[in-house]
């Protein structure tokens, strides 16, 4: 791995290890400073719908101002969120500091842990520097080294929350500045040729782009909507129903990421390839999706673990092959509007959604977010599997377009 790969890595690694935690106790230090689980869900929301208009705005200044400078402003996001939330927990600069942090939509450990406006042009940028060869392996790296830093940084969960807001502001910090030495790609990476041979599809036309665009967008909208109502509550949901302490929930946490990141590098590249990428998204999402409905209808804690790390744990095992996915048939000139794209598809559903989630579980509906969750998992699922259901990246023919 060159050094601008590394360099990228132990950016996302330290932003990674910062979400890690943010993403257990926010929530948490939200109801501890007295907001009600709606109130919870209007914070999500203001976060997951402003990051949509900050990841594909950046998106597009990546494309024509250079995927490196969006990503520094993106990254320095994080810094002043935390900032604002360390230093006020007046609702409305926790609103402005969710809308900048991405409160909600970090990821957590789970996925890379990097998520909000930063993690389309970690895409973008990366596959610009693999070859099309590698970009399956080097993207899941990413996502599992990432996710090993997620969850070491969980650990750190029980700690009091100014501790915590303090470390994060020093390590967002210096996740921005180690981006600084990286140089711009000036030829080009894994791109993609005008046809897509050995899928049986004919040739990929830039009509066929535009359809492909649109397939990730809908996608995307129904994985934000099953994302955004159960999700961001899911520590909510362990302390007030399982009555689990911050503790515990981080240790959760740290072994969803070491469980998701260890699955990541030892199957998704080889199940992938054996099934097909379409066909393996659909089938992982799906019984992510039935373990977490079986989480409101157990009253065994040991039984709601195992059911919860299966949940988180399927639910990212295809992370990697689908942004391998979206790099193989988009080509290089809009691949940071796509991932733009398909990040801004997500979180606008996403934040609607945490407002509805917020709200039932605010009246005592447990199950029914869970319920809904699964029926918008199948629909995004499903799109995968028509489309792209026996597509494999090895069969797949690249040029420099």
């Known amino acids: 791995m060159d050094r601008d790969l590394s360099l990228l890595l132990i950016s996302r690694a330290l932003r990674s290890f910062v979400a890690g935690y943010v993403s257990v106790i926010i929530g948490l230090y939200l109801l501890d400073k007295g907001l009600s689980l709606p109130e919870i869900g209007v914070v999500f929301a ?23 400078r969006a990503l520094l402003v993106s990254l320095f996001t994080l810094v002043i969120g935390l900032a604002l939330t360390y230093l006020s927990a007046n609702f409305y600069l926790l609103l402005l500091a969710s ?42 790296v990413f996502t599992a080294l990432s996710s090993y830093s997620g969850a070491a940084g969980a650990l750190l969960s029980g700690l009091d929350y100014s ?6 502001i020093f390590l967002a910090l210096a996740s921005t500045l180690v981006v600084v030495p990286v140089k711009e790609p000036e ?21 066929n782009e535009r359809k492909y665009l649109a397939i990730f967008s809908v996608s995307g ?27 515990l929930i981080g240790s959760l946490y740290t ?26 998204i659909f089938v992982s999402r799906t019984v992510s999706a039935v373990s977490a ?41 809009r691949r940071g509007t796509a991932f733009g794209l398909n990040q801004s598809s997500r979180l606008i559903p996403f934040s609607l959604a945490s407002l509805l989630g917020g709200y039932l579980f605010g009246l005592g509906l447990l199950a029914l977010p869970f319920v809904l969750a699964l029926i918008a998992t199948e629909g995004g699922s499903s799109l995968y599997y028509k489309y792209f259901a026996d597509l494999r990246l090895s069969r797949v023919s690249f040029q420099v377009d």
Request: charge should be positive.
């Open 221 to 247: 909208a129904l994985n934000g909507v099953s994302q955004g109502l159960v999700v961001p509550f899911m520590p909510v949901v362990l302390k007030l129903h399982f009555g689990m302490n911050n503790g």
């Open 99 to 140: 809308a900048l942090s991405g409160y909600g939509t970090v990821g957590g450990l789970v996925g890379g842990g990097i998520g909000a406006s930063a993690a389309p042009l970690f895409s973008s940028l990366i596959s610009r520097k693999v070859e099309r060869e590698r970009l399956n392996w080097v993207m899941t």
């Open 255 to 280: 072994a969803i990421g070491v469980a998701s990141a260890t699955v990541m590098l030892l199957l998704s590249p080889k199940l992938s390839e054996s099934m097909g990428i379409g066909r393996f």
């Open 293 to 333: 409905l079986g989480i409101p209808f157990v009253d065994n804690e040991v039984l709601a673990i195992v059911l919860f790390v299966s949940f988180m744990t399927l639910r990212v095992l295809p992370l990697p092959a689908q942004q391998a996915l979206m790099a193989a048939v988009i080509s290089e000139r």
């Open 46 to 68: 203001v976060g997951s719908f402003s990051n949509p208009l900050l990841s594909f705005a950046f998106g597009l200044a990546g494309d024509r101002a250079g995927t490196k």
């Open 187 to 207: 030829g080009r990476g894994a791109t993609r040729e005008d046809g897509l041979r050995g899928t049986g599809r004919g040739t990929a036309s830039g009509v």
């Open 163 to 168: 501790t915590l807001f303090l470390i994060g």
